[in-house]
């Protein structure tokens, strides 16, 4: 694991850069998780076909560093995922996110220069108001939460999510829920289709039917379905996500 010093969020940020061909994928994972847990066997999987890809840690997430007196917006998350690109500083990278990571990308992509290649998202948060765990989160006041409910979340998940939860602050928790039902400055969803980049908006099928899917497959936007999955797609199927993940990555921008 390589560490970087952000002097945006003020902490030491952690990644993963699996060695590999081609240029880079950087992989921003969503709310409660961390990408070192999610996404190393997508990283490893054959079926990715060995790319270099780098799995970055968010502030308050995973291996990072956890400082009490950040915002953990999607556009302070932006921020670091660009920190970490002039970092590597790659003749070239691709981007991709996930939920609130792929509004986190969907950010950065905006700030990208002409050494992005193309952006691919994994059912983001389009708009405020947040999803299904963000609003419940915070539907909470932050000391609550700290307190009481995140504990009382970790008793009762279940699913792998469990894990990278427990390694994420959740003042970090907390503060990122309530941004996504804030929103941001920029507007995800018209960000997403500005873009003049490759990109690809993926989702598990059991996640559909969902109207931005229906309405930007139809407009042209290039899509993904992951079968037999959910909004968990890398755990899921993370054979048939690296598929989608490597066809994208080897086109030509």
Not at 136 to 164: H, R, T
């Amino acid at each position: 694991m390589k560490t970087f010093y952000s002097r945006h969020a003020g902490c030491l940020v952690r990644y993963h850069d699996f060695p590999g061909s081609g240029d880079p994928l950087l992989m921003v994972h969503g709310l409660g998780c961390a990408s070192s847990y999610e996404y190393p066997r997508i990283a490893i999987d054959p079926a990715f076909g060995g790319q270099r890809v780098v799995l970055l840690d968010l502030p308050g997430s995973g291996y990072s560093e956890r400082p009490r007196d950040y915002a953990y917006s999607t556009g302070d998350q932006a921020r670091v995922v660009m920190e970490l690109v002039e970092e590597l500083n790659p003749g070239a990278f691709w981007l991709y996110g996930h939920s609130m990571g792929g509004s986190i990308a969907i950010e950065a992509a905006s700030r990208a220069d002409a050494r992005l290649q193309g952006l691919a998202v994994s059912e983001p948060n389009f708009y405020p108001g947040g999803g299904e765990s963000s609003s419940v989160i915070a539907a909470w006041s932050e000391a609550q939460f700290v307190n009481e409910k995140y504990q009382q979340m970790l008793d009762e998940e279940s699913s792998p999510w469990a894990g990278s939860l427990l390694s994420s602050a959740p003042w970090a928790v907390w503060r990122s829920a309530a941004a996504l039902v804030k929103g941001s400055s920029v507007d995800w969803y018209q960000a997403f289709v500005a873009l003049n980049k490759p990109k690809l908006l993926i989702f598990g099928e059991l996640s559909l039917p969902d109207a931005d899917f229906t309405a930007l497959a139809a407009a042209g936007v290039p899509t993904a379905l992951i079968p037999a999955a959910g909004h968990s797609l890398s755990w899921e199927n993370p054979v048939a996500l690296a598929e989608a993940l490597r066809a994208f990555c080897q086109q030509q921008p």
